[in-house]
């Protein structure tokens, strides 16, 4: 890349720069490829499984060999034209399928405990930094009280303690209510900081109201480390609900999830690896991709280089 | 309190556009930032704060805009008590009041354009209205779509000072305008703001440590020390035959270009740090470090009195 002299360079935004340097960061687009794909498969999965003619639910009694105690006929797990990762020991259900309904399940859990936790971080921290005083008090308070709670054990708890709800609207309010306190705290330090800075007093000097202040001097402010953190959490809130639909609280059966089929595979992965190797590559690639995102985008949005 | 200022002070024969009276800021913690500031500004004058670091010139021009509440005193802007308006009532008045700041690129928000910093959060101008602003203060009416990192720190103070201007003020408060450019880039800043006042009537509140500039600057000075006015007068007083001790250490501090002058010239040198303001000494503030203290400086503090033309805060004076 040519260096052009500043006064020959097009106005370009803060924000267009870091996309510039998104773009050049090939682990970043390669990572934004990958979630691509996966998210256009999982959206597209009623559409796979009617062209494949195997459902998720779908028994197939004749890709399982009963004599083997319900192994796939065939290499790989059952490899074949018919069901192209395999199929399900002892049911013979479709594992392209199971796999792509999962990663719905994944990718909607992940995408909305992240929206949700952004919306209430980003307010809560807003106010908290902003205001300061007793609302400030009150908030971080709640906010070392969420933190310093065992989260895991207690969604454990409560996902086996209720039953009769929807447990995907579940699994999302509980990682919510723990997830929220640490975009709140990132939004309450940069608000922290910005709000002292002397554009804002320049703002308030020019007459600016508060809520103003809050929308155009201190919330683009915000925007790049809570868009890089965003990013981050999705693999981790991924991993989440594979971990709790592993222990047995996720997702409930017949719905499929990678971390329920993992933890149905760990049965048969001597026997039967390749069960245990596709909801395992599909959760080890979505959660690398999402990744290298997020560090692509913390490298663009870098404050060290937006200076230059 | 106001009386005896206006038989004391040269400056206040015409009608103030700015009264600061016993001005006080204590901030949580106790710490007396600025305890009990008084002065007149006429229109279209400049009136210099010059200090230490820490001293409250800072947090006094704060004020004066409201970007900090006062927890005393009062303000009187046009006759009307800023004080006791709230930041909605305020609105009108702002149009008269604004600000420069120190740092030029921290005071320009990086993610706006030019155009929507000069035209302010209330989006007062159209183009021209904004293209003729930056071309008063030097720059180009093609600049303003461009972002602040696109430009030199000179020229992001010239974009500083356009938003300043754009309300059509009476009063700006510079808080150190200057301190944060390149000694070049200072002149050229210095001579726009001088020459901005003298076409537009401005009154500036001209918050400087740099004496050397605040003398180019100010026809009037005032020297800070500790939240409280030491010494204040016309310029030609304050530099010529300073009265108050602090203010002679503050002007022997200014090294003289001639080196012949500055081998014999005499220097007052101050040992120490200013005394903390959550816990000031007893007396006058000043006399830890005054090389002239005496026993009265130890227990009663002096009050502002007409010494030679000006005012000073100082038993021997």
């Not at chain 1, 205001?131 to 207690?154: A, K, N, Q, Y």
């Not at chain 1, 320049?202 to 600016?208: D, E, H, I, Q, T």
């Not at chain 2, 006042?197 to 009037?220: E, K, N, P, T």
């Amino acid at each position: 890349m040519t260096t052009t002299p500043i006064e020959a360079a097009p106005p370009r935004s803060p924000g267009r720069l870091a996309l510039a340097r998104l773009r050049a960061d090939r682990p970043a687009m390669a990572g934004l490829v990958i979630v691509a794909v996966l998210v256009a498969l999982s959206a597209l999965a009623p559409l796979i499984t009617w062209w494949t003619g195997w459902a998720p639910e779908t028994f197939d009694k004749s890709a399982i060999d009963p004599d083997l105690g319900g192994l796939p006929r065939g290499a790989w797990g059952g490899v074949s034209a018919e069901h192209l990762l395999g199929v399900e020991p002892v049911t013979g259900r479709d594992l392209l399928a199971r796999v792509l309904y999962g990663g719905q399940v994944s990718l909607l859990v992940a995408l909305a405990a992240t929206a949700i936790t952004m919306v209430t971080g980003l307010a809560l921290g807003l106010l908290a930094g902003y205001l300061g005083g007793w609302v400030d008090t009150v908030i971080s308070r709640l906010i070392d009280l969420l933190m310093s709670f065992p989260s895991l054990i207690f969604m454990i708890a409560v996902l086996s303690v209720v039953r009769d709800v929807n447990r995907l609207v579940l699994l999302v309010t509980v990682m919510a209510v723990f997830g929220w306190t640490v975009i709140a705290r990132i939004a309450r330090g940069q608000v922290l900081t910005l709000k002292h800075r002397e554009y804002v007093e320049a703002a308030r000097v020019g007459g600016a109201m508060t809520g103003h202040v809050l929308r155009k001097e201190v919330l683009p402010g915000l925007t790049a480390p809570i868009l890089v953190y965003a990013t981050q959490s999705i693999p981790a809130y991924i991993g989440a609900e594979a971990a709790l639909s592993f222990l047995g609280v996720g997702v409930r059966p017949p719905t499929p999830s990678w971390g329920q089929m993992i933890n149905n595979a760990r049965g048969w992965f001597m026997t039967d690896p390749m069960y245990l190797a596709v909801p395992c590559f599909f959760l080890g690639l979505t959660v690398l991709a999402f990744t290298l995102l997020g560090d692509g985008l913390r490298d663009a949005f870098d404050p060290k280089e937006e200076a230059s | 309190m106001s009386a005896r200022l206006t038989e004391l002070d040269p400056s206040s024969s015409r009608e103030p556009l700015l009264s600061v009276r016993d001005l006080r800021m204590t901030f949580r913690g106790g710490v007396r930032a600025v305890d009990g500031v008084d002065f007149d500004l006429a229109p279209g004058e400049t009136l210099g704060l010059v200090g230490e670091s820490g001293c409250g010139k800072s947090t006094t021009g704060r004020m004066v805009v409201r970007l900090l509440e006062p927890t005393g005193g009062r303000l009187l802007f046009g006759g009307r008590d800023l004080t006791r308006l709230s930041q909605r009532d305020l609105l009108p008045i702002r149009r008269d009041l604004s600000m420069i700041f120190q740092d030029p690129f921290s005071s320009l928000n990086p993610r706006q354009t030019v155009h929507q910093i000069v035209s302010g959060p209330r989006d007062l101008l159209t183009r021209e209205q904004v293209g003729d602003l930056l071309e008063r203060v030097g720059l180009s009416a093609q600049h303003a779509g461009r972002f602040p990192h696109q430009f030199s720190g000179g020229q992001a103070q010239r974009i500083g000072i356009a938003r300043a201007l754009a309300s059509g003020p009476r009063l700006v408060v510079c808080d150190e305008p200057v301190s944060a450019l390149d000694v070049s880039i200072q002149a050229q800043i210095v001579n726009l703001l001088a020459d901005l006042q003298a076409d537009l009537g401005l009154a500036y509140l001209f918050i400087a440590h740099d004496l050397s500039v605040v003398r180019h600057m100010c026809a009037r000075v005032a020297v800070m020390y500790l939240g409280r006015i030491v010494e204040i007068g016309a310029r030609e007083q304050i530099y010529g035959t300073p009265a108050h001790p602090y203010t002679r250490a503050l002007l022997s501090a200014v090294p003289v270009p001639d080196p012949d002058v500055e081998a014999t010239r005499e220097r007052i040198v101050l040992r120490g740090d200013p005394p903390s303001p959550k816990a000031p000494p007893p007396g006058c503030s000043f006399h830890p470090r005054c090389h002239l203290a005496q026993d009265i400086c130890r227990t009663s503090r002096p009050e502002l009195r007409g010494v030679n033309g000006r005012q000073v805060a100082c038993h021997l004076a």
